[in-house]
């Protein structure tokens, strides 16, 4: 089967109405970043990151999946459709698609805060807690293991992220299909990942505004995800 690649940010899911980070509306307006998203912040004020976290988990269960994300499902029929986004909403399951990779973890996991306390503690104390959520964390929820503070199962400014570099590059032969979609491509290392497909024959780019630097390397479409992925799956499909 054809394989296709789609690597998306906050753009996708923007039509069900979440908001984006950098545009005006964007989420970063209501507070600082290193305030909610850093290790630090969770340090110097986690229920004020729980807020934060609670906000977005109450917001994502409520969208459904848009346009976009259905047209992407249904890309299955044809191609082995991996995804791989920055999002942290599960929109592209709810949509049906089988194989997502979530870059910057997901907002219906929890994990314990021992692996990423600042000093960090004793190796063999840290605890490998981590478990599906149905509604926000609340303080006061702790880990079941160790007892310490129950965090987001995301990845925050300055954590690490692991890059799925093995399985692009074993499949990376045999895409075809290649589109992003709906990132400002400014946050590392994810958007290094927009460099990894030069040799896909069918390379497009999605975005109502899309970043000056990527213009050299894609088929811009410039419009929305829900306006511009199922006219191009549909074009994908009828090939
Ligand atoms: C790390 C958490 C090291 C989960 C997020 C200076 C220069 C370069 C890099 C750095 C620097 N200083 C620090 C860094 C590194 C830093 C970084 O990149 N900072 C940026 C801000 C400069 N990166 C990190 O810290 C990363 N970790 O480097 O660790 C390390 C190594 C080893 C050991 C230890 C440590 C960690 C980065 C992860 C941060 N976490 N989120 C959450 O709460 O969500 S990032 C956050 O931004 C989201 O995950 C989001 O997905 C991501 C990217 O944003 P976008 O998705 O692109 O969203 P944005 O709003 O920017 O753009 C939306 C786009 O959609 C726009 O183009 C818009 O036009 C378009 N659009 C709007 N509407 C639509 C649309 N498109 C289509 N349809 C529409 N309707």
């Given at each position: 089967m054809k394989k296709a690649v789609i690597f998306s940010g906050a753009g996708l899911s923007a039509e069900s109405g979440i908001p984006t980070f950098r545009s005006n509306n964007g989420l970063w307006d209501n507070y600082r970043i290193e305030d909610v998203t850093s290790p630090e912040g969770w340090e110097k004020d986690p229920a004020l990151v729980l807020d934060f976290y609670e906000q977005r988990f109450e917001q994502m269960q409520n969208c459904k999946p848009n346009a976009a994300h259905?047209?992407?499902a249904q890309l299955q029929e044809q191609f082995d459709?991996?995804?791989i986004t920055q999002n942290i909403d599960t929109l592209l399951e709810r949509a049906?698609?089988?194989?997502?990779?979530?870059l910057h973890g997901r907002i219906d996991y929890a994990k314990c805060e021992c692996h990423f306390l600042i000093p960090p503690q004793n190796i063999d104390?840290?605890?490998d807690y981590r478990s599906e959520i149905s509604k926000a964390i609340q303080m006061g929820d702790r880990c079941p293991k160790c007892s310490k503070k129950l965090r987001p199962d995301v990845?925050?400014?300055g954590e690490a992220v692991s890059l799925p570099k093995r399985e692009i590059r074993r499949i990376l032969p045999e895409v075809e299909v290649f589109i992003g979609v709906g990132t400002s491509a400014k946050v590392y290392p994810a958007s290094s990942l927009l460099y990894y497909f030069d040799t896909v024959p069918h390379r497009y780019f999605i975005d109502?505004?899309?970043?000056?630097?990527?213009?050299?390397r894609y088929t811009f479409l410039e419009g929305t995800a829900a306006e511009k992925i199922p006219e191009l799956v549909a074009s994908l499909l009828a090939k």
């Open positions: 259905y047209a992407i459709v991996l995804c049906g698609v089988k194989n997502v990779i979530h104390e840290e605890c990845v925050w400014f109502p505004d899309p970043p000056e630097h990527l213009r050299l």
